[in-house]
């Protein structure tokens, strides 16, 4: 049963426009989320959080929107660059237990 | 380059065969994780270790085993391999015990396939 779930495996945008990652998640019991994005060939690196004590956090061209009632989070970038294609993981964690991921989301800047 | 490195990279083994996976955490980290990436799947919690103890344990198979050393580096050990084991193995580290919040810093990964 997968708790955290990114319905879009993989998502191509225009380089200068906005990218939207989504991610939905079941348990409701998780109270802090994160994102991390993975080059090929490299480990995944985080890139932003969010508690479930808040609905944004920004961090210059990221930011991440979450809606607790619909347990559903989202990464927006802008602009989108080419040095953003990756694959983005969404993650998901309870306090004192470990993370849940995503099955990932590939992004495809086209300049 | 996160500080946190795993050697090898690649490992092409056969079926039933025993391999070892090894990895050096960052610098001052006390805490390893250990995670399986399967096919088209997200990365999926195996075991934790800090300071060499044992701290959790998820979706980790019989076969399967880790350890911490007293340099701190680990070695995650899979036996009786089958087909399915075939994956991307990643390894990361934290400062802290437990994960908490804590950000981990993931290492390259091993890409092990299994014939």
């Known amino acids: 049963d997968q708790q955290v779930k990114q319905n879009s495996p993989s998502l191509s945008v225009q380089e200068g426009r906005i990218s939207i990652l989504n991610c939905d998640y079941t348990?409701?019991?998780?109270?802090?989320f994160l994102w991390y994005k993975k080059y090929p060939a490299e480990g995944p690196t985080f890139l932003i959080s969010?508690?479930?004590?808040?609905d944004k956090n920004e961090d210059g061209r990221f930011t991440v929107f979450l809606n607790k009632s619909a347990k559903h989070l989202s990464l927006h970038i802008v602009p989108s660059q080419p040095g953003d294609s990756a694959v983005y993981f969404c993650?998901?964690?309870?306090?004192?237990?470990?993370?849940?991921f995503g099955p990932g989301t590939r992004l495809s800047v086209l300049p | 380059d996160s500080g946190v490195t795993q050697t090898p990279k690649h490992l092409i083994t056969a079926t039933g065969q025993r391999v070892t996976l090894r990895c050096s955490p960052r610098?001052?980290?006390?805490?390893v994780y250990w995670y399986q990436q399967s096919l088209d799947q997200g990365l999926q919690f195996l075991i934790q270790y800090y300071n060499g103890e044992e701290r959790a344990k998820g979706n980790i198979l019989e076969r399967f085993s880790a350890q911490q050393f007293p340099d701190l580096h680990s070695e995650l050990n899979l036996s009786s391999l089958e087909l399915g084991d075939s994956a991307l193995y990643f390894c990361a580290s934290s400062v802290a015990s437990g994960p908490l919040y804590n950000e981990q810093f993931f290492g390259p990964g091993t890409r092990l396939t299994v014939l």
């Open positions: 969010i508690s479930s004590i808040k």
């Open positions: 610098s001052g980290d006390l805490s």
């Open positions: 993650a998901a964690i309870r306090y004192g237990q470990n993370f849940v």
């Open positions: 348990n409701s019991m998780f109270d802090y």
